[in-house]
């Protein structure tokens, strides 16, 4: 029986784990690789890490960060950041990778997400959107960004989500621009949509700040992945650092207790 996963996302700057807020704003909490240990031991059920500088930059991956994170994680880990071809994707799954995540390049260019899957199956192709709501007054629904927020696309995501779908991306995740760090919930009603409108695995970020957010996005969407960051990293009202997560019994209450008897 399926059951949704709580998924800590670790955020790679210049070397160093940070925490944003709405994109912006880089706070250091710690080493990756520390960060990682103490994830194994509380025994997550995954683990995405994405080097925020890669892309912005036009850097290849740091293949040499992720054979240490490779070696270290004993969990499924998802790494992305700088990836722009199969070859690279395929370099990162031979380091020990379950999954590579492709987001402004596969913005750029859907296309590259089938060369992807080719090279290293579905199921291990992650694409990441990065989404927003469009600001002003006469403007609604969202949009679609890349290189943390810095470049828009006039690109209604629901609709952009099926492209990758049909593509070749074996799992997408909805990253929340706005909710980045804020601590305040997940954006339900975008993301039941996205639940209604897609087949493949889902992933959500952006907002979570307790558990019972956990529990009222599997409510809303089922079996699906919740990711965070602050959630795992923060501890209390100001925001100590602390690297923190579910115990196996907290993780199926929360878990379980989002999810009726039809859904399960």
């Not at 593509?167 to 919930?185: F, L």
């Not at 699906?224 to 959630?231: H, K, T, W």
């Not at 019994?249 to 929360?254: A, V, W």
Request: with cysteine; hydrophobic share 40%.
């Amino acid at each position: 029986m399926l059951r949704p996963r709580i998924i800590p996302c670790l955020l790679v700057h210049k070397g160093g784990l940070v925490k944003t807020l709405g994109f912006k704003s880089p706070k250091y909490v710690g080493d990756p690789i520390n960060a990682v240990k103490i994830f194994n031991e509380k025994e997550a059920d995954e683990l995405i890490v994405l080097d925020i500088d890669a892309s912005v930059n036009g850097v290849e991956p740091n293949y040499e960060l992720i054979a240490k994170l490779a070696a270290e994680c004993r969990m499924p880990l998802c790494y992305g950041g700088g990836i722009t071809t199969a070859e690279q994707a395929s370099r990162i799954i031979d380091l020990g990778v379950e999954k590579v995540s492709i987001s402004s390049a596969a913005v750029s260019d859907p296309s590259l997400l089938k060369k992807i899957s080719d090279a290293i199956g579905r199921q291990s192709v992650v694409a990441v959107l990065d989404v927003r709501k469009k600001s002003g007054f006469f403007q609604k629904g969202y949009e679609i960004c890349t290189c943390n927020a810095k470049k828009t696309h006039k690109i209604e995501p629901i609709s952009f989500a099926k492209i990758l779908q049909e593509a070749g991306a074996g799992e997408i995740v909805i990253n929340s621009v706005e909710r980045d760090g804020e601590m305040k919930g997940y954006d339900l009603e975008f993301a039941q949509q996205m639940r209604s409108s897609l087949n493949v695995p889902l992933t959500f970020l952006g907002g979570a700040g307790s558990h019972q957010d956990i529990i009222e996005l599997v409510k809303t969407c089922g079996v699906v992945g919740a990711a965070a960051g602050s959630l795992f990293v923060f501890k209390g009202k100001y925001r100590a650092v602390l690297i923190n997560y579910p115990t196996n019994l907290q993780k199926d209450e929360i878990c379980y207790s989002g999810l009726s008897v039809s859904k399960i």
